[in-house]
Nanobody, 121 residues
Framework: QVQLVESGGGLVQPGGSLRLSCTASGNIVSIATMGWYRQAPGKQRELVAT???????IYADAVMGRFAISRDSAKKTVFLQMNNLRPEDTAVYYCNVDRVSRPAGVTVNLWGQGTQVTVSS
């Protein structure tokens, strides 16, 4: 069974920075896509950024130029460096992994438990 462990959320003032990390475990051979989504109160979950196994990256327009996603494929870990944070970035941030290859087969679309990011003065 694949498990995702997220860390790095918290409270930060506007203009501040946070770094999120998410590590997958569970006899994993490879992961095709790793990424982050977020859900603010009363809103739908939305894409923040994803990175593929070959390094292709997608960012939401709202975070372009402020956030940076990266991954360490050997450690099955994805990072999200968030700079110049704004109050509207406040949300629960969820790690997502897709097409996880294991000896038993391929698992798709798995979610972490979420980590709260609050941007407030």
């Amino acid at each position: 069974q694949v498990q995702l462990v997220e860390s790095g959320g918290g409270l930060v003032q506007p203009g501040g920075s946070l770094r999120l990390s998410c590590t997958a475990s569970g006899n994993i051979v490879s992961i095709a896509t790793m990424g982050w989504y977020r859900q603010a109160p009363g809103k739908q979950r939305e894409l923040v950024a994803t990175v593929s196994s070959i390094g292709s990256i997608i960012y939401a327009d709202a975070v372009m130029g402020r956030f940076a996603i990266s991954r360490d494929s050997a450690k099955k870990t994805v990072f999200l460096q968030m700079n110049n944070l704004r109050p509207e970035d406040t949300a629960v941030y969820y790690c997502n992994v897709d097409r996880v290859s294991r000896p038993a087969g391929v698992t798709v679309n798995l979610w972490g438990q979420g980590t709260q990011v609050t941007v407030s003065s």
